[in-house]
T-cell receptor, first 111, second 114 residues
Framework: GQSLEQPSEVTAVEGAIVQINCTYQ??????LSWYQQHDGGAPTFLSY????GLEETGRFSSFLSRSDSYGYLLLQELQMKDSASYFCAVRNSGGYQKVTFGTGTKLQVIP | DAGVTQSPTHLIKTRGQQVTLRCSPI?????VSWYQQVLGQGPQFIFQYYEKEERGRGNFPDRFSARQFPNYSSELNVNALLLGDSALYLCASSLSSATGNTIYFGEGSWLTVV
């Protein structure tokens, strides 16, 4: 089976940096993805790490350590619009396309 | 370009009824997946279809079924609705069935069972 754990809530100040952690247990591993979901909206793809290291996309960066079964999403220069839920996710290794999502972290950005 | 489109956006059904949800993938995408998201949780995989064939199924009862049409659109059917089926149903599409492809979600269909 697969399971992914994240902190349930994080609060950070506008303009600051916040890190959202994700630890996972999987029977097979094909990379770690991150999705953003605003209340009432659809999950939106943010980033994907197939290999160890840091991937940067604008204000967002994502890191993966396969040996530690750990990854994080780093959000810089926080804006109020970043208030949302963030999910880490792993892709299935069973020959079909299934994404297993983490428990989700609700980020609140305050002035 | 249009993204993944789903209909209806909101609906209310009575326990025991049946519901059909529809999805049109991004143009050129041949794989469609369905997810259920209960409030406060992450999406849970229900089905994946590729080239009109079921490729994968999650831990959902047989009351849940789906199909994919020649134009790659898809329908999700849920029979004998239960109160616990109330959720956001998300459709996602990707270019192919390859594990490495990114999936893109639609805005979802909010189902309330009363």
């Amino acid at each position: 089976g697969q399971s992914l754990e994240q902190p349930s809530e994080v609060t950070a100040v506008e303009g600051a940096i916040v890190q959202i952690n994700c630890t996972y247990q999987t029977s097979g591993f094909y990379g770690l993805s991150w999705y953003q979901q605003h209340d009432g909206g659809a999950p939106t793809f943010l980033s994907y790490n197939a290999l160890d290291g840091l991937e940067e996309t604008g204000r967002f960066s994502s890191f993966l350590s396969r040996s530690d079964s750990y990854g994080y999403l780093l959000l810089q220069e926080l804006q109020m619009k970043d208030s949302a839920s963030y999910f880490c996710a792993v892709r299935n290794s069973g020959g079909y396309q299934k994404v297993t999502f983490g428990t989700g972290t609700k980020l609140q950005v305050i002035p | 370009d249009a993204g993944v489109t789903q209909s209806p956006t909101h609906l209310i059904k009575t326990r025991g009824q049946q519901v059909t949800l529809r999805c049109s993938p991004i143009s050129g995408h041949k794989s469609v997946s369905w997810y259920q998201q209960v409030l406060g949780q992450g999406p849970q995989f229900i089905f994946q279809y590729y080239e009109k064939e079921e490729r994968g199924r999650g831990n959902f009862p047989d009351r849940f079924s789906a199909r994919q049409f020649p134009n790659y659109s898809s329908e999700l059917n849920v029979n004998a609705l239960l109160l616990g089926d109330s959720a956001l149903y998300l459709c996602a599409s990707s270019l192919s069935s390859a594990t490495g492809n990114t999936i893109y979600f639609g805005e979802g269909s909010w189902l309330t069972v009363v």
